[in-house]
């Protein structure tokens, strides 16, 4: 069973930055596309960015050119880098291994808060 442990989140103003990782586990971390996905409250999750063994990337359209995916396939870490950032991006960030473009594979991990506000 895969297993993902978000870290970094925290309490920014708005237009601040911030940068979250994900440590993955019990994967074959090499052969799957990453992603990030974030939960506001009483929302669903919803896809941000993903990031493909090789480096390429996607993002949604709401954090385009604001927000950056990256992993270190050595460490089974991916990254996520956050600037410019809104009250609208205040959520618990989750990273999975993604297939089919936007489906999650594993559990949850506990997720990240991050949370924009003056």
């Known amino acids: 069973q895969m297993q993902f442990v978000e870290s970094g989140g925290g309490l920014v103003q708005p237009g601040g930055s911030l940068s979250v990782s994900c440590a993955a586990s019990?994967?074959?971390?090499?052969?799957?596309?990453m992603g990030w996905y974030r939960q506001a409250p009483g929302k669903q999750h919803e896809l941000v960015a993903t990031?493909?063994?090789?480096?390429?990337?996607t993002y949604a359209d709401s954090v385009k050119g604001r927000f950056t995916i990256s992993r270190d396939n050595a460490k089974n870490t991916v990254y996520l880098q956050m600037n410019n950032l809104k009250p609208e991006d205040t959520a618990v960030y989750y990273c999975?291994?993604?297939?089919?473009?936007?489906?999650?594979?594993?559990?949850w991990g506990q997720g990240t808060q991050v949370i924009v506000s003056s």
């Open positions: 999975n291994a993604v297939v089919g473009g936007t489906t999650p594979v594993g559990s």
């Open positions: 019990r994967i074959m971390f090499n052969v799957y596309v």
């Open positions: 990031v493909t063994s090789g480096g390429s990337t």
